[in-house]
């Protein structure tokens, strides 16, 4: 079963142009995604997905393909799809170009989980209701996060697969996370997936939904659309950059760890 990890590294962005290439420790942010992905033991292979030739140039740099892409597609879940279409792959990963820090830790739980559930499919061993279409990631979370619309919320039932996702505080409308306690199934959600490659196709080809609109969520989509979503929980995020400020943090966490192992 070939999985294909697929890394969205678009260069216009309005909050920072040209992040994909910004440097840490002196080396641009998309090779220290792909050497994450590199540490995956799941993964057949790996392609940038990229609309930029600088930016397909740094991958070459460290011997990854790279795929030009549209720069008029509406989102990376279009990219990844448009630069796997062709791959042949049974499982598409999106992992995000702006993580340099991940690695297999969040990346070979989304792949085993779809995997296995798709030779359970294969075996006739499941009912449609378990047959999984995307695979996600989340982490326990903390109250500050709960007011925070950046930080996206996701509700899930007793069998670990999404009910909503959200960037309002859901479903803590007049308690706090400590007063409800860890019973409670709302998590922050982790924008990684997984994807059966013909829901992926399933889930580009359908138009935007008035929920995805609302909350500004395109997985509400795949939700509005049927899909089955699993959520695996971590016990950590990722340290993601979306600012100049956080090269800052990513950089400040590596020279901790960088002290720790010497």
Known sequence: MKALGVIPARWASSRFPGKPLALIHGKPMIQWVISGARTSTELSDILVATDDERIV????DVGCQAVMTDSNLPSGTDRIFEASRKSGSDIILNIQGD???IDKTWIDPLVIALKD?????LAGHQ???ERLSMVTLAHPIIDEDLSNSNAVKVLVNQKGQAIYFSRFPI????HTAKELGAGVPCFKHIGMYAFRADFLQHF?????SALERAEGLEQLRALDMGAVIKVILVEKPTLGVDTPEDLLKVEKWLEGRDEKET
Do not use: F
């Not at 580009?204 to 935007?208: D, H, L, N, S």
């Open 127 to 129: 009912t449609l209701g």
């Open 204 to 208: 580009c080809e359908a138009p935007v």
């Open 57 to 60: 140039k740094a991958a070459a």
């Open 117 to 121: 559930n798709i030779q359970d499919s």
């Open 99 to 101: 993580e340099p820090l």
């Open 171 to 174: 479903p803590y409308s007049r």
